[in-house]
C-alpha cells in the first residue's frame, strides 16, 4: 500500500525519461539539469501521513539539544534529530503569561487552542482549579475519530500535565484523580488505545481520594491496568500500563509492534522528561531520547509518516564555557554531592537557572508533511502541522 523512496526515486527516473527523451538517453544522470529546468521540482515529501509520531522532550530548550550533543558526543550537532531537514522555532507562552509550564504547552500543541498555565486542553476561559473552559479537542481525539489507533508513552507519570493534555480535559493539572479515568471515558472513538507511563503510587492515592481506584476502573470498563509492561500478555492489542517508572524505550518498540498493525494508521506520542535541575540527568535523557528517536525512525516508511519533535516550553540552561575534549560538566558531581538546592547552579562551563523559560523552542520534523514545519510560529501551528499531514480539517465550532 505504500511506496518506499526506492519506488519514488524510481518513478521519478522513469518520468524523467518520458519527458525529455533526447537529455535522458544522452545523460549520465537522468535527474540532473534538464528534468530540474522543465519540470516543477517534486515535493521532497509527500504532503499526507497516514500515521504521526510526536516526540516531546518536555522542557528541552535549543540550548539543552545543544549541550545534549556536546555531553553525548563531545562535539556539536550530533545528534540525529540534528540532521533532520525541517525546523521551526515554535513560541510556548500561555495567553496571559510569558513563560509556559507544562500543561499549556502541552495543550497549545495537540488542540491548537493556547490556553492558561495549569490548565489541561481546556480554552483560556478556564480559570485554574476553580472554573471549567471548553474542552479543546486534541489530535488524539481527532485520530479516534477517523479510527486510528492511538498511543501515549511518557516516562512521567501518566497523569501528569503533558500526557494528560493528550486524553484528557480539566481546569487543573494537579487533579490526577479526575485526569486518570478519563482514558476510560473518551470522547471520541474508544479512547486511547495504548497507555504506557509511571506514577502508579501517586495516583493510585488520588483515585482513592476520588473513590475509584486502579482495579474498580479495570473492572468498570473491562481493561486491565497493568503494573509492568512485561506483565502485558501478547493477546492484548490496547494495553494500559502504570508503573512505578517506565521503561520509555521498551514501551515505545512494543506500542510501535501493535500500531503497525492498525488498518487505518495511528496517532503516537512519546514524552522524556528533559528538565535540567539535575543536568547530567537532563542532558543524558535527551541523548537517549535521541537514540530512540533515530531507532523508531529506522521502522516507520517515512513517505508515509510525520516524525515531528518539539519542547513544551523551554529551561534556563546555558553552555558559556569549555573546550573541545574536555569534560563539559566539570564541577558537576561536588554540585551533586553539595545537596544544594539553589535555583542558580553555577558550574565550570554551565549556567542553570532551574526554571522555565520564555524563548522559543526548536520543532524538528521529517517525513510525511514535514515541511511544514519552518520559520518562526505559535506552538499551536504544531497542530495544525499534525492536522494538514492527516488531511483533516478542525471542526466549525472550535
Ligand atoms: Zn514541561
Redesign the pocket.
Known sequence: MTRTLNQLAASLLLTAALIVPTHAQNSADPVSAPVAATQPAPAATPARARNVILFLA??AGVSTINAASLLGYGEPLKLHIQQWPHLGLSETSPVDKFVS??AN??SSIVTGVKTRNGVISQNADAVRGQRDGAPTKSVLEYAEEHGLMTAVITTQSIAD??PAAIYAHSNDRGKWGEIFPQAFTPRFGDGVDILFGAGRAKIGEQLTAAGTGFDQLSQAHNRPIYADLAAVPATNTRPVVVGDRMDVHAATLKALDLLQQAPEGYFLVVEWDA?TDDVRKGLQNVVDFDRLIAEVQGRVDLTDTLLLFT???SFGLQVDGGARGGELLAGYDAWKASGSKDDVVRLENVMINRT?TGEEVAALAIGAGADRVRGYFPNTHLFDVMMQAYGWDRDAAE
Open positions: 518536555d522542557a509550564d507544562s504547552g502541552m500535565a503533558t528538565h519542547a513544551d516550553h522555565h
